[in-house]
């Protein structure tokens, strides 16, 4: 079991950043692949960003690649989402998700273990 919890969304005006963090337990989430999702209301769940446990392979969504970085600091077992120019369209509840195996993956059906997700809202 691994459990995950989302911390940093918030308000922001568009072309701002946000720093979401993605904590997990036990120390073995330090293993996982990471993804980080978003849903907004009335939309399906879409893939934002991945990363590998050794944090050196990841990918993006093209919507939002050159504007968001994943990173990882498995020493805090921490996952992070650097987000900048952020668009009122990008206006959802973030999840990161974790999945064993280490590797990465862009399908919300590869992942195991789900955090509570985190309101980001971006204003005009």
């Known amino acids: 079991q691994v459990w995950l919890v989302e911390s940093g969304g918030g308000l922001v005006q568009a072309g701002g950043s946000l720093r979401l963090s993605c904590a997990g337990s036990p120390r073995t989430f330090s293993s996982y692949g990471v993804g980080w999702f978003r849903q907004a209301p009335g939309k399906e769940r879409e893939f934002v960003a991945t990363?590998?446990?050794?944090?050196?392979?990841?990918a993006y969504a093209d919507s939002v690649r050159g504007r968001f970085t994943i990173s990882r600091d498995n020493d805090k077992n921490t996952v992070f989402l650097q987000m900048n120019n952020l668009k009122v369209e990008e206006t959802a509840v973030y999840y990161c998700?974790?999945?064993?195996?280490?590797?990465?993956?862009?399908?919300?059906?590869?992942?195991?273990?789900w955090g509570q997700g985190t309101q980001v809202t971006v204003s005009s």
């Open positions: 990363i590998s446990w050794t944090g050196r392979t990841t």
């Open positions: 998700a974790a999945r064993p195996g280490g590797t990465t993956s862009d399908t919300p059906g590869a992942y195991d273990y």
